[in-house]
């Protein structure tokens, strides 16, 4: 098991579930922008016989941002998922564990949320009116 | 491979199929659906194997029996999806099995961690990745909107009937009811909206379904391509007789399908004989033309059907009726009973009498 | 907190795993007596007072036992559509009351059934699988529950006048709010929002449950899997329901007051209802799915006889569901004509959410293989599910392709797909989990024969139900029909569902016989009857009201498995809070990711208040229902009254000693504040969900915007309105800024300024509140003529009945300190209040940022 001073670097108040949630954020976040980008752009810019246009354009970037953005928190999450030495399943009652296990899990959750995030940009690829 | 196979040969024995049964339809409808092409014969043991799905795949309202560029796409994709999900079922529920009833050894963590990631992840991903690619390819030519100076049609979706308008590039409009007829091969615009409440159009043998929203016009196009007749439902809940809401598609070669459109321009013919003479009088006493209209004649009213050709329609009731006589004289006796909630009064009081000459009034409007 | 107040000065270093049980147990005279001491505190009350519990383990079962009759009910209703439907043309029932049982039929199933069940089920099992003796409120689950029952039977018995709603449990307006007069509609709003609401009060529990009471040493990677689900399920109520209540609000003022948010006439949209429903009710199938597939997840290692492999892939599937869930709601419009890239966007999302889906049930499969399978009744229903649900899944990744779905939308098929996800993900899950937990009911098990019998009547029956449907659907066979015309190909696969839906009701009969047969003789099964490794099996049989007799610490995530003599220790009290010695109930609450004892709550007993508030909250929406309005407002008074003799009575009393020794060496503070106490956390939690309601409305105004030219109007028609809205702004906030100087003048016992800063606080609310109305009143918007002023009355409204609640926060407060309730150092209502306008404050500023700025930019 680690010692006390492993104990104090991973302390619960250096950490939080928050991180876990940010790569699910960022999907959201992206999800969302696309759809009112393009909701609005359709409704209010071009009508309904318009082109996409610059809306794909501002997808892709979101996207290429998005991904940027989960893959930064994968990397945080990796550095924590591979703390200290020991590579069992985090199943005990350390801080250590604990550590390596939210960096587990948010490295997955940023995997999730990378491919959904991949799903939606792909949209832009194929569809490109606003019939 | 296999599965393009498997579903070519499921199409051929269903246009068999289909011929069956629509002779049945035919012979009681008064021959007004005209006969597909006879399916091929094929090895006898395939035929009998495959005659439930036959059965199974075919009818007038079959999303799988397509006559449609859209309902041909989308059926097509669906014999992938089935065939997959039918490979993929089978492998999830026979690796449970394994685990559960053979009791193998305990399997190693790292198999078990394998099986998460190859099974649950990687597969699952490109899987469904591939599907995604096939559905959004898809997509755009079936939004695609009718190109300019196709035949456009508006359909207004009231509670519990059709409004079928054909509109002519000057803008003109000639107006029909709970039937479309379209001519093959050409594509058609077809305008959707709704007075009341939210009713959705649908013709599954030619394309997918779309909403027909009060305060929104929805342009949906289709291109038949093969003739025929079939059936159209409303597919939104609409309230209490929303399973009683259907409509006729005959799909027709070009000729014909003029002819029929410059017939439907005219004004209605004139009553022919005494009994139907009498009918029309009672049509206006009773004042019928106050909703209905019967154009060339005083009755204008625009809350109900048009009814100037109602006589040459396919049914009557919105799809709910074969269109005899006597079909008529049912409906005006009994329309509540037919048709719960219906707007339109019963008229079960007037004398068989009167109802058997507003019958025939009616039925003769061909 | 790395080091919690309290621990003995020579533990301080120790790692939180080195805490051990007691070396030696008490002598047995004193284990005979704190277990005395013990149940005298947790007693339930006996005869006609046995309705006034508010225990987990008592509402627990109510809640599911109820559930479960509204599941039998709906299970009824469903056999009278197939019999409708057996043949074509059949006249066994009318259109009207098809129409009204196909819409209670899903209403029932889904606000009745399935989102109760997994409150029933959690407040009944979480805190014996965390280690706590309850909820950390249980009076709140009770409010809950008793609210659920009124609502429930309200909206079930409608029917039995001939007066249930008939708009679908979609409610799809215009039809739901111009077309259907009758009071079905208003009783399917105000009884189910009653309902929405008790739900998001469970939600509530259930976070503060799952975050603060797990036992000491259960950290979050070690927290039992059904935790993790269900708190994520719990999140997601929290931003599914509101946007629904949010709609809910929109058609009752335009069924009631003709307010036209959904008549194209008048500027209206009938279309935003569906966005509202559809946010709500796309993630609400996976609020179904995931606490089922929860109960899974703790079967399937005990009858693996090994942990779940995959722990932490366990926990991205729930997170990523809960996430992904939420990107969904528009592939229930795909027919609607929305343009093609936003179907396709929704399409991908629906693809992406299969994934997570799909790891949990590798999961569940590898911990099978890794394991050494021992077969049982609650497995044989995993599996049935498991084949049921795949089928499922796999149907809906079809119908989530955006050309399939043009066909398959609103079909039979549709009708087979949700079914075999629901009835495969939640239901065999759920009778499995009947199975399995039932022994934790009275001690006894279900029959083993009779539950195979069950299960083979369910699966056959299921099968031959809803496999047809498919095809049905793809011969083009729509939803909501209750009669279909003869040779359209679809008459035979009618009549084989409707045979196969009796099979399914006789499964459900042998079930109920088993779980309603007398028991009698049937000896108590033994303790820990499956050999799990989870804590809720430490119950004995029968089980004590205690919850658990002694609070372990933990130190991995299956203790019966990992921790030796365990249960002795436990039973010996050897561990935490052996003793009640005040007779008071207590917990111990938790830090929420290492889980260090911070706290010993002491939760309320039994009580009639929350039962009569319960009653005439529900008195206020039935009563309004019939337009009653004095009777609903008397009604409504009461409920008021009720309430705040509850939160008087009951909540953040002073305790008698500063801290309190909870055993092994721990001494624990018995009060705690602010962001530590749990009042704080469920203040917090709601206000999320009041806020996501709030956003709704925005949405609203915003979607009003997109699809109008005119909206907001260009000249203004109220140039007045923004003059008054900016005035109203400054006074709210004037007051928010207030509140939070006096909860600083409290804490520093400064009681002059504290005596005099919060009544003008009061003033400073009331005239700001005052002054956003007199806003649209004077610039005379009439709410009637067109959607605009609708919703600038809407969003006005919604803020000033915020400041209000918040008006009489501080005079609660004003009233405590007063009474000597409150003090400098016991605090926690002053802290909650300044926490809620925080929020009031927001909603403040958005309402007039919306209203008096957006025009400007626009």
């Known amino acids: ?131 | ?366 | 907190m790395n080091t919690p107040p309290g621990r003995d000065p020579e533990r301080l270093g120790a790692a939180p795993g080195d805490v051990k049980p007691l070396r030696e147990a008490p002598p047995i005279g004193v284990q005979h007596a704190q277990a005395e001491r013990l149940l005298k505190a947790w007693k339930t009350p006996q005869g006609w007072r046995y309705w006034s519990a508010v225990n987990n383990s008592q509402v627990g079962l109510w809640y599911t036992a109820a559930a479960f009759a509204f599941f039998l009910f709906g299970g009824i209703l469903a056999l009278l559509m197939r019999t409708q439907l057996a043949v074509p043309g059949n006249d066994f029932l009318s259109a009207d009351f098809y129409n009204q049982i196909f819409t209670l039929h899903g209403s029932v199933m889904m606000f009745l059934f399935a989102v109760p069940l997994f409150e029933a089920f959690s407040i009944f099992l979480l805190p014996q699988m965390l280690g706590a003796r309850d909820l950390p409120f249980p009076r709140l689950s009770a409010f809950g529950f008793w609210s659920f029952l009124l609502g429930g039977t309200f909206v079930c018995g409608s029917l039995f006048f001939n007066a249930a709603p008939q708009g679908g449990w979609f409610m799809y307006p215009p039809l739901s709010s111009q077309y259907q007069p009758g009071i079905g509609n208003d009783i399917w709003l105000l009884g189910l929002s009653f309902i929405e609401l008790a739900a998001i009060a469970a939600a509530v529990e259930i976070i503060v449950g799952v975050l603060k009471t797990r036992s000491p040493g259960m950290r979050i990677n070690l927290m039992p899997l059904y935790a993790w689900y269900i708190l994520v399920v719990a999140g997601m109520i929290l931003f599914a329901f509101p946007p629904l209540i949010a709609g809910d609000i929109l058609l009752e003022l335009e069924r009631l007051l003709h307010w036209p948010f959904f008549d194209p006439d008048r500027g209206g949209d009938p279309l935003l209802w569906q966005h509202l429903f559809w946010i709500f009710g796309h993630p609400e199938v996976y609020i179904v799915f995931l606490p089922a597939i929860a109960l899974v997840a703790m079967m399937v290692p005990t009858f693996a006889r090994t942990p779940m492999v995959g722990y932490g892939w366990i926990v991205l599937a729930a997170v990523g569901t809960g996430f992904l869930s939420f990107g969904l709601w528009v592939h229930h419009m795909f027919t609607t004509g929305l343009p093609g890239i936003s179907l396709a966007l929704f399409s991908a999302a629906s693809e992406a959410v299969a994934i997570p889906t799909g790891v949990q049930l590798f999961c569940f499969i590898a911990t099978l293989l890794a394991g050494r399978v021992v077969r049982s009744v609650p497995l044989l229903f995993v599996f049935g599910g498991l084949a049921v649900f795949v089928l499922g899944g796999l149907t809906g990744v079809m119908v989530a392709l955006v050309p399939f779905d043009f066909q398959a939308h609103d079909t039979y098929f549709i009708v087979a797909h949700l079914h075999y996800v629901l009835v495969g993900g939640a239901v065999f899950p759920v009778i499995a989990g009947f199975y399995y937990f039932f022994p934790l009911v009275g001690g006894k098990k279900l029959s083993d024969r009779l539950g195979r019998i069950t299960f083979w009547l369910l699966f056959i029956g299921f099968n031959v139900t809803f496999l047809p449907m498919h095809l049905s659907g793809l011969l083009g066979m729509p939803r909501r029909v209750f009669t279909y015309a003869p040779n359209l190909g679809f008459d035979g696969l009618n009549l084989i569902s409707s045979i196969g839906a009796f099979i399914l009701a006789a499964g459900f009969a042998v079930f109920v016989w088993d779980v309603l047969r007398p028991k009698g003789k049937q000896p108590y099964a033994q303790r820990n009857p499956w050999g799990a490794g989870t804590l809720e099996w430490t119950a004995e049989m029968p089980d004590k009201p205690w919850g658990i007799r002694s609070i372990p610490e933990i130190d991995g995530r299956y203790p019966l498995w990992d921790q030796p003599n365990i249960l002795r220790d436990i039973d010996e009290g050897r561990f935490y809070l052996p003793d009640a010695e005040e007779g008071k109930r207590e917990t111990l609450i938790t830090t929420s990711v290492d889980a260090q004892p911070i706290q010993c709550l002491r939760v309320p007993g039994p009580t009639w208040l929350t039962l009569f508030a319960a009653l005439f909250t529900g008195g206020l929406f039935i009563f309004a229902t019939f337009h009653l309005w004095w009777v609903a407002v008397a009604s409504g008074v009461l409920a008021f009254a009720i309430i705040i003799a509850w939160l008087w009575t009951g909540t953040a009393l002073i305790p008698e000693k500063e801290e309190k020794n909870v055993g092994l060496g721990l001494r624990l503070p018995l009060y705690r504040s602010g962001p530590e106490s749990v009042g704080w956390w469920a203040m917090f939690i709601t206000m999320l969900a009041d806020m996501t309601a709030f956003a709704g409305l925005v949405f609203g105004y915003f979607f009003y915007w997109t699809i109008h030219d005119d909206f907001p109007p260009d000249p203004s028609p109220a140039p007045s309105l923004f003059g008054l809205m900016l005035l109203g702004a400054v006074l709210l906030l004037g007051s928010w800024g207030l509140t939070v100087l006096v909860r600083r003048w409290n804490q520093g016992d400064r009681r002059a300024a504290f005596y005099g800063g919060l009544p003008v606080a009061v003033a400073l609310a009331v005239a700001g509140g005052a002054t956003l109305l007199a806003g649209p009143w004077h610039a005379g918007l009439d709410p009637v003529s067109h959607v605009y002023p609708a919703m600038v009355w809407l969003l006005v409204l919604w803020t000033v009945l915020h400041v209000a609640v918040g008006v009489i926060m501080q005079g609660y407060c004003l009233a405590q300190r007063l009474a000597g309730r409150m003090t400098a150092r016991y605090d926690i209502e002053i802290r909650n209040v300044t926490l809620y306008w925080h929020f009031v404050a927001l909603t403040v500023a958005i309402t007039v940022a919306v209203i008096a700025g957006f025009p400007l930019v626009a």
């Open chain 2, 1 to 366: 491979m296999l599965v393009q196979i498997i579903a070519q040969n499921i199409r051929r024995h269903r246009i068999g199929g289909l011929t069956a049964s629509q002779r049945r339809l035919a012979s009681a409808r008064s021959g007004r659906i005209c006969c597909r092409r006879q399916g091929r014969k094929v090895g006898s043991l395939v035929v009998l194997g495959s005659l439930l799905v036959l059965a199974g795949c075919s009818g007038p309202l079959s999303t799988l029996d397509a006559a449609g560029r859209g309902a041909e796409r989308i059926a097509t994709l669906f014999w992938w999806l089935a065939a997959s999900a039918i490979l993929i079922w089978v492998a999830v529920i026979g690796l449970t099995v394994y685990a559960v009833r053979l009791r193998p050894e305990p399997h190693s963590q790292r198999a078990a961690k394998l099986l998460i990631i190859g099974g649950g992840v990687a597969l699952p991903t490109l899987v469904l990745a591939g599907y995604l690619v096939y559905g959004l390819s898809l997509l755009p030519d079936l939004l695609q909107p009718a190109p300019p100076g196709s035949l456009r049609i508006a359909v207004t979706g009231e509670q519990w009937w059709w409004r079928v308008r054909y509109l002519a590039p000057d803008g003109e409009a000639v107006e029909l009811a709970n039937e479309l007829r379209l001519p093959v091969g050409e594509p058609v615009e077809v305008l959707l909206d709704s007075p009341d409440v939210i009713h959705s159009f649908w013709i599954p043998s030619l394309a997918g379904k779309l909403d027909m929203i009060p305060g929104r016009v929805n342009r949906m196009a289709l291109e038949p391509t093969k003739t025929g007749v079939f059936q159209g439902a409303c597919a939104e809940y609409c309230g209490t007789a929303h399973a009683l809401m259907r409509f006729y598609v005959a799909v027709e070669e070009k000729e014909k399908f003029a002819r029929w459109l410059a017939r439907q321009k005219q004004p209605a013919q004139a009553a022919a004989g005494p009994l139907a003479r009498r009918g029309q009088e009672l049509f206006l006493a009773n004042g019928c033309g106050a909703c209905h209209a019967i154009r060339g004649t005083p009755a204008e009213g625009v809350i109900g059907p048009d009814l100037t050709h109602v006589g040459g329609r396919l049914s009557l009731g919105a799809g709910i009726l074969p269109n005899e006589a006597d079909d008529f004289l049912r409906w005006m006796a009994r329309t509540e009973d037919l048709k719960p909630g219906v707007h339109m009064p019963s008229f079960g009081m007037l004398p068989t009498q009167h109802l058997r000459a507003l019958a025939a009034y009616l039925d003769g409007l061909e």
């Open chain 1, 1 to 131: 098991m680690q010692g006390g001073l492993t104990m104090e670097r991973v302390a619960e108040k250096n950490e939080n579930l928050w991180l876990m949630v940010v790569s699910p954020g960022i999907w959201a976040a992206h999800f969302l922008l696309c759809y009112s980008t393009t909701a609005v752009w359709c409704a209010k810019v071009v009508g309904r016989d318009g082109p996409l246009g610059e809306a794909r354009m501002a997808i892709a970037i979101y996207t290429v941002l998005a991904l940027a953005g989960i893959g930064i928190v994968g990397w945080i999450a990796a550095r924590r998922q591979s703390y200290g030495s020991e590579t069992v399943p985090q199943a005990f009652d350390t801080p250590g564990e604990r550590h390596r296990f939210l960096g587990f899990v948010t490295l997955l959750l940023s995997a999730l949320s990378a491919v959904a995030t991949a799903y939606v940009g792909l949209t832009a690829l194929f569809i490109q009116t606003c019939h």
